[in-house]
């Protein structure tokens, strides 16, 4: 049990993860950064888990950090400059813990997605939203950078640089529309159906040869920045034999011959 989070099995091998402050539009305070890194860790080990959902409670998905009550870790700007930047770490690695699960992650966007919540969308290998569903990039209308938890790697490989240079600069906000017409989003569902519709390709997923799917995750990840086509073929190619000697992949060859 967590305080902050709901967890779900709602098919094999799937685990649905929906953030629960929806009074706060699912902001990020103290215990939800650290029940969610102790979550995604634990997930990481999870042989059994073969794919994952994240979503938000009631009408948010994330609004970002909670400036109002982040908790006792949250510190102020005469803070050690140490501190501060462990602070900014620790919620950095959500991201990574994102990116870094070896099951593939789905973002079922249901609401406002700004800030962390932003950056933890980017990290996910899929996204899915609601047609009310907005996107923002809110540090940088609070003075701050732009550039944070990831977003400035992982925007402009999703959206390209011109895209990402506007929505960073600007703070503005971006509707479900414009997602999808960015590439930001892979699908435009209505919200009753957003949930649903997450978990149907989270399924599809999990059917599939676990290995197959962790070595092409890690190849997409990894070939984003190839410094050519050579490389991206090499480890395609080492991917290709060590997968095709597997059991599973035996079985399932198998049953289509």
């Avoid at 950064?33 to 994240?54: K, M």
Wanted: charged share 20%; aromatic share 2%.
């Amino acid at each position: 049990m967590t305080e902050t989070l709901e967890i779900e099995t709602p098919a094999p091998g799937v685990v649905l993860i929906r953030l629960n402050r929806p009074k706060q539009l699912n902001a990020i305070n103290e215990v939800m950064r650290d029940e969610l890194a102790l979550l995604l860790a634990s997930l990481a080990r999870d042989t059994s888990v073969h794919a994952v959902v994240i979503t938000g409670a009631g009408r948010g998905f994330c609004s970002g950090i909670d400036i109002r009550d982040f908790g006792p870790g949250m510190l102020d700007a005469q803070a050690p400059a140490i501190d501060r930047m462990r602070f900014q770490e620790a919620m950095a690695g959500l991201v990574r813990a994102v990116a870094d699960l070896p099951q593939p992650v789905i973002a079922a966007v249901n609401g406002a997605c700004v800030g962390a919540g932003l950056a933890l969308s980017l990290a996910a290998d899929i996204r899915i939203c609601s047609t009310a569903a907005t996107f923002g990039n809110a540090a940088i209308l609070l003075g701050l950078s732009g550039a944070e938890m990831g977003m400035s790697y992982h925007l402009p490989r999703i959206v390209g640089a011109g895209v990402a240079a506007d929505w960073m600069l600007t703070g503005r906000t971006v509707s479900a529309e414009e997602a999808d017409r960015r590439g930001l989003v892979s699908q435009l569902v209505e919200p009753e159906k957003l949930v649903e519709r997450s978990v149907d390709v989270a399924r599809g997923v999990a059917e599939l040869a676990p290995f197959g799917v962790q070595l092409t995750k890690r190849a997409l990840q990894v070939n984003i920045a190839a410094a050519g086509l050579g490389p991206a073929l090499e480890l395609e190619n080492r991917n290709q034999v060590l997968s095709h000697a597997t059991d599973d992949a035996a079985a399932r060859r198998s049953s289509r011959s």
